[in-house]
């Protein structure tokens, strides 16, 4: 047996090294045990580390190093030992790192994920307070958090380039970090009541915070999801939020007693709209449903800002899934070469899904599409709106029934709403037909054709409104 001693639990050089060596010198996974911490190795003993040539050639896939960085952040005591029977399967290989089906990978991938979904909470919930400077030394402030995984060396850059010109602490119960405008320092873990617990800006903080609060957006599932209460206690504004939620249905209601537009759909939100590229990065590390978990990536909408179409889909596919864009698969050759015969130009359009993450089951290696529920597609139904907001084409195209209750709110029968517009609230226009991975699979060869005229009369309906002369941006 050979045990190895990192210096730290996130010590991704001693990992990298001893694994290499262990690799090189054809060391089963599980003839090696990894522990943490400068006295554990005497304690857990094993023979000495196989001493390989420093020069030996070893290369593996530039994809598993940078999930290999990521996961080894994760508090899984196991980690370890998964990445090393990971290093050793992708040297059998090295197609496994593309094999989203392999059980080792998805594992690691899983861990990977919670490391880089502990790193987007940090960013959003780091809050820092001000201490009293003395004797004319500089203001300092200090933040204390309390993250899932070892994320907080890795972490220390973002902050150090986003308050680059402040002096900062952020304290934390395994180390703590200390940026005085030139050198980060690291220091041992502290406790809460290390860190002050409220600092002056905080009233205008939370003013702030009750300000932006819009009841009509209100979520709570969804803003625990994003929120977990376990951060409340260090965020200012939380201490609000009981009440803003109490008070949300009246402000809610008289909100829309005050509006011309009913709640069930969609709104355009007067005045500023979303910002497409920050939404988009949102996005990136959407846990709003469970779907996350499986996908590999959030499927964001694609096209320019100024589109006069968005054409909304159902959900990415296989293809989509790993290469993070819509319809770039076999439903999507059917759009485009609809979309040629239309004249419509697909660069000119945005695109995007109801829902953003990938639905599916395993059979074997294969991933097979499985039709998004109601409770994702509600989930979703958040991004969607919001893009919407941000793109504000005057016409959208719905492929499919999930696209139309997407964008409705409600359920709609293609064979009725479609060849016809259907006036949204806002003043834009909804057009409805039938989704293109539908057409694949009509079986028989007469109605597939019926059905691909039908899609393509759909298409040109649409395109004769983005002719029509009265239809302006909205
Ligand atoms: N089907 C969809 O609905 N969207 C895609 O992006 C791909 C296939």
Redesign the pocket.
């Known amino acids: 047996m050979f045990c190895v001693t990192l210096d730290a639990p996130d010590d991704f050089d001693g990992w990298r090294n001893a694994a290499r060596n262990l690799a090189l010198s054809k060391v089963p996974a599980q003839e090696v045990s990894w522990h943490v911490g400068a006295s554990s190795g005497d304690l857990f003993g094993g023979a000495a580390l196989p001493q390989v040539d420093p020069s030996a050639s070893f290369a593996v896939p530039r994809p598993f190093v940078d999930l290999a960085q990521s996961a080894i952040l994760h508090s899984d005591p196991e980690r370890f030992a998964l990445l090393y029977a990971l290093l050793l399967h992708v040297r059998a290989g090295p197609g496994v790192v593309q094999d989203r089906a392999d059980p080792l990978l998805r594992r690691v991938d899983m861990l990977a994920k919670a490391v880089r979904r502990d790193i987007h909470k940090m960013h959003a919930f780091v809050r820092f307070r001000e201490i009293e400077a003395v004797d004319g030394a500089p203001a300092r402030f200090v933040a204390w958090f309390e993250p899932d995984h070892h994320i907080v060396r890795a972490n220390a850059g973002f902050f150090i380039r986003r308050f680059a010109n402040m002096c900062w602490s952020i304290l934390t119960p395994e180390c703590s970090i200390h940026w005085d405008g030139n050198i980060l320092r690291e220091g041992p873990g502290a406790e809460r009541g290390d860190a002050p617990a409220e600092d002056p800006v905080e009233d205008i903080w939370k003013g702030y915070y009750s300000a932006i609060f819009n009841p009509a957006r209100l979520k709570v599932g969804a803003m625990m999801s994003e929120m977990p209460k376990k951060y409340w206690r260090n965020l200012p504004e939380a201490s609000l939020i009981p009440d803003l939620i109490a008070g949300a249905q009246a402000r809610e209601s008289a909100m829309i007693a005050a509006s011309p537009v009913p709640s069930k759909n969609i709104e355009a939100i007067p005045g500023a709209r979303e910002n497409w590229t920050e939404l988009r990065a949102e996005a990136m590390t959407c846990t709003r449903c469970a779907l996350h978990c499986t996908a590999t990536q959030t499927?964001f909408g694609e096209g320019p800002a100024d589109s006069r179409l968005m054409i909304v889909?159902?959900?990415?596919?296989d293809q989509?899934d790993l290469a993070g864009r819509?319809?770039?698969?076999p439903?999507?050759q059917v759009l485009n070469d609809a979309l040629a015969k239309t004249e419509i130009d697909r660069s000119r359009t945005y695109?995007t899904?109801a829902v953003k993450h990938f639905k599916h089951e395993l059979r074997g290696k294969r991933r097979i599409h499985q039709t998004p529920q109601t409770p994702e597609i509600e989930a979703c139904r958040w991004w969607l709106g919001r893009e919407i907001d941000a793109i504000r084409p005057p016409v959208i195209l719905a492929?499919?029934a999930t696209?139309a209750r997407a964008v409705l709110g409600k359920a709609v029968t293609i064979g009725k709403v479609r060849g016809a517009a259907i006036p949204l609230p806002t003043g834009q226009e909804l057009w409805v037909t039938v989704?293109?991975?539908y057409l694949l699979r009509i079986p028989d060869a007469q109605k597939a054709e019926e059905e691909r005229a039908r899609f393509l009369d759909d298409l040109r309906l649409v395109r004769a409104r983005l002719d029509g002369a009265r239809l302006e941006t909205v």
Do not use: I, R, W
């Open positions: 499927v889909g159902e959900q990415p596919g989509e819509p319809f770039v698969g439903a999507g695109l899904n492929l499919g696209a989704h293109p991975s």
